[in-house]
C-alpha cells in the first residue's frame, strides 16, 4: 500500500500537473481572498475556505483522473494486480497519493489564514473547524474521483464522470427541495453539503466526521468491487 | 510446481481456454505454444491471478491460487505481453518500486538489486527514464522485474517479441541460465525459439491443447513415415521409374532441376522399410549415381501446422 502510495506520489511531482493544479488553485485563491478583504466581511476565513471547497469541483477531477485509468492504459494495472498487493491496499495507495497531494495544496492555502491572523484577530477555532470540514469534503471527493477513475481508461472521461458526479453531491441538496416527504429526506440525507456548512459555521459534529469518513470509505470500497468484478468477469 | 486442472475461462459463449490441464516440474522449462489468439495469454494471466478462471484449480507450489492468492502471488514473477512499466521514472526507480510492491526485505534487496541489473543487462542505463528506452530495453527492464525478488516460478509471455536477433539470442541464452533453479513458463508462436530453450512442449489451439511432449519426441510421433530427399545424375523419367518401384516408397516428387539430368527429389517411404539401400543399389546398377541423401525430419514448425490445421478439420 505504502510503495503504492509513494510512486504515486511521486509521479504527481514528476509530472507538471502537481504544480499547474498547485498554482491555479493558489492563484484563484489570491484573488478569492483579496475580494473577500474589499468586502469587509467578518468571518473572512470561513467566507474563505466555502470558495476553496467551490474550487475543489474544478481541482479534484484533474488530480484523480489519472489514477487508476492510466495504469490500466499502460498495462501497469497487471504489475499491480500480480503482486502480492490485495486490491483493496492498491486501492487505499492510490486514494492515499492523490489526498496527501490534496493535502499538500491545503496546505499551501494556510498562508492566507496566516495573513489574516497576523493583520487582525480572527476566531481561530472557526478557522480550524473551516479547514477540518474541508479536508473532509476533499477526502469524499478524491475517493469518488478515484472510483471514476476506475471506471474507464480514459483519462477525461473519468475527470467528466468525477466533475458532473462532484457537481451533483454539491447540489442535491438544492434538488431536494423540488421534492416532498421521502424524496427530500433521502437527498437530504445524502446532501453532504449541509453537513459541511456545520464545519463552516464552526460546529465540529463527531456525526457529521464519521459521515464523512464513511461517505468516502463507500467509494472506496465501489473502486475494489469494481476491479474486483472486472477480473471476474472479463479480464 | 504448477498443477492445472480442467481449467476453463469463457468470455460469454466463447471458450478462451478449454479444459485444460498439464502440469510443470521444479525447475523445467515449459514452452507454450499456440498460432494468435489460442489462449496462451489468458492462460498465463489466471496462472497469475491477474484473472479468474470460470473453473479449474490452479495450483502453484501445492497453493490453490483461488484459495490463497495472496501467497501464490510472493512466488511468481510475470512478464505479460506488454511489459508493465512505469515510463515516467528511470530504471532504478521503477525497480525500487517493484521491490517495495513485492515485499521484498530492503538488506536484500541492495546486492539483488545489483544481480538482476547486471543479469539482464540493464545497468548501465539504470539512470535513464523508462520511456526513453529501446523497446528492447523496455523488454529487459520488464524481465528484470519479473525477477525482483528472486520467484521460484517465471511466467514470461512473449519475452523475445520485438527484439533484434542478436537480443533475442540474448535473451533465449538468459532464460536457459534462469532455468537452472527457476519454474518457467514461456509463451511463443516463434517455433525455433521453444524447440531451443524448452524441455517440454504444449501446444494449444482455440482454447485445448493439441499436445504436450518434449520437442524431440513431437517430431518423432508426428512422422509415421520416412522422409528425405535425393539427389541423382540421370534422366529424371527414368530415375522416377526406378525410385517409385523400390518396395516402401509411398510418395516421390521431383524437387528441383541442379542442371541437365541432376534432379533432387523428394522420398517419402514406410517407416519400418530401409528403402535407401535397395534405392542405392538399383540406382547404381543402372549407372545413375547418388550425389546427395539427406533426411528431413519433421520441423516443430511442421508439426505445429499440422497439428493446428487437423484440428480444424475435426471440428468442422
Keep these: ?235 | 510446481m504448477i498443477e492445472i486442472q480442467n481449467l476453463t475461462k469463457e468470455y460469454g459463449r466463447i471458450k478462451a481456454v478449454d479444459n485444460i490441464s498439464f502440469n510443470v516440474g521444479k525447475g523445467e522449462i515449459l514452452g507454450f505454444l499456440g498460432p494468435n489468439g489460442a489462449g496462451k495469454s489468458t492462460t498465463m494471466n489466471i496462472l497469475t491471478g491477474f484473472i479468474s478462471s470460470t473453473s479449474g484449480v490452479v495450483k502453484v507450489g501445492g497453493v490453490d491460487i483461488l484459495e490463497n492468492p495472496v501467497e501464490v502471488k510472493k512466488h511468481i514473477g510475470y512478464l505479460p505481453e506488454h511489459p508493465p512499466l512505469y515510463l515516467d521514472m528511470t530504471v532504478k526507480e521503477y525497480l525500487d518500486f517493484c521491490a517495495d510492491l513485492k515485499g521484498v526485505p530492503q538488506n536484500k534487496w541492495k546486492s539483488q538489486k545489483k544481480d538482476i541489473m547486471e543479469l539482464v543487462k540493464i545497468t548501465h542505463v539504470s539512470h535513464r527514464l523508462i520511456k526513453n528506452l529501446s523497446k528492447g530495453y523496455k523488454q529487459r527492464v520488464g524481465l528484470a522485474q519479473a525477477l525482483v525478488g528472486s520467484p521460484e516460478v517465471l511466467i514470461l509471455d512473449e519475452p523475445t517479441v520485438g527484439l533484434d536477433p542478436k537480443q533475442i539470442i540474448e535473451i533465449r541464452n538468459l532464460i536457459k541460465a534462469l532455468g537452472k533453479n527457476h519454474t518457467i513458463i514461456l509463451s511463443s508462436h516463434i517455433l525455433p525459439e521453444v524447440s531451443a530453450v524448452c524441455d517440454r512442449v504444449v501446444i494449444i489451439n482455440k482454447g485445448k491443447i493439441a499436445a504436450i511432449d518434449t520437442p524431440d519426441n513431437l517430431s518423432k510421433a508426428l512422422t509415421d513415415f520416412s522422409r528425405f530427399t535425393v539427389t541423382v545424375a540421370g534422366p529424371e523419367n527414368k530415375v522416377k521409374d526406378i525410385i517409385s518401384n523400390i518396395y516402401g516408397v509411398k510418395y516421390l516428387e521431383t524437387g528441383a532441376k541442379i542442371k541437365d539430368d541432376e534432379y533432387s527429389y523428394i522420398v517419402e517411404a514406410d517407416k519400418n522399410v530401409d528403402v535407401r539401400k535397395p534405392m542405392f543399389n538399383q540406382l547404381a546398377q543402372q549407372g545413375f549415381p547418388i550425389l546427395e541423401l539427406k533426411s528431413l525430419n519433421l520441423s516443430l514448425e511442421e508439426i505445429f501446422l499440422q497439428l493446428t490445421t487437423s484440428e480444424k478439420k475435426e471440428a468442422m
Design chain 1, 1 to 235: 500500500m505504502l510503495a503504492i502510495m509513494r510512486r504515486d506520489f511521486r509521479s504527481y511531482f514528476n509530472s507538471p500537473i502537481a504544480y499547474v493544479l498547485i498554482g491555479l488553485f493558489m492563484l484563484l485563491l489570491g484573488l478569492f481572498f483579496n475580494s473577500l478583504i474589499g468586502y469587509g466581511i467578518s468571518d473572512i476565513m470561513s467566507e474563505f475556505v466555502a470558495s476553496m471547497s467551490s474550487l475543489l469541483l474544478i481541482i479534484i477531477p484533474i488530480l484523480t483522473m489519472r489514477s487508476m485509468a492510466e495504469d490500466k492504459k499502460n498495462g501497469t494495472e497487471v504489475l499491480l494486480l500480480t503482486s502480492p498487493a490485495r486490491v483493496t491496499e492498491i486501492v487505499l495507495g492510490k486514494f492515499l497519493a492523490s489526498f496527501c497531494v490534496f493535502l499538500v495544496m491545503t496546505a499551501a492555502s494556510l498562508i492566507f489564514p496566516l495573513i489574516t491572523i497576523m493583520a487582525g484577530k480572527p476566531d481561530i477555532m472557526l478557522i480550524i473547524s473551516s479547514y477540518l470540514g474541508y479536508i473532509l469534503i476533499g477526502a469524499v471527493f478524491v475517493s469518488l474521483g478515484i472510483f471514476a477513475s476506475s471506471l474507464t481508461e480514459n483519462q477525461i472521461v473519468a475527470a467528466i464522470i468525477s466533475l458532473v458526479s462532484i457537481f451533483l453531491i454539491q447540489n442535491i441538496g438544492y434538488l431536494a427541495s423540488f421534492f416532498s416527504g421521502f424524496l427530500n429526506k433521502a437527498f437530504l440525507w445524502l446532501s453532504i453539503m449541509d453537513r459541511y456548512n456545520d464545519f463552516n459555521k464552526g460546529i465540529i459534529d463527531l456525526t457529521s466526521i464519521m459521515f464523512m469518513i464513511s461517505y468516502a470509505a463507500v467509494f472506496i470500497v465501489l473502486t475494489v468491487r469494481v476491479i474486483e468484478h472486472k477480473r471476474w468477469s472479463q479480464g
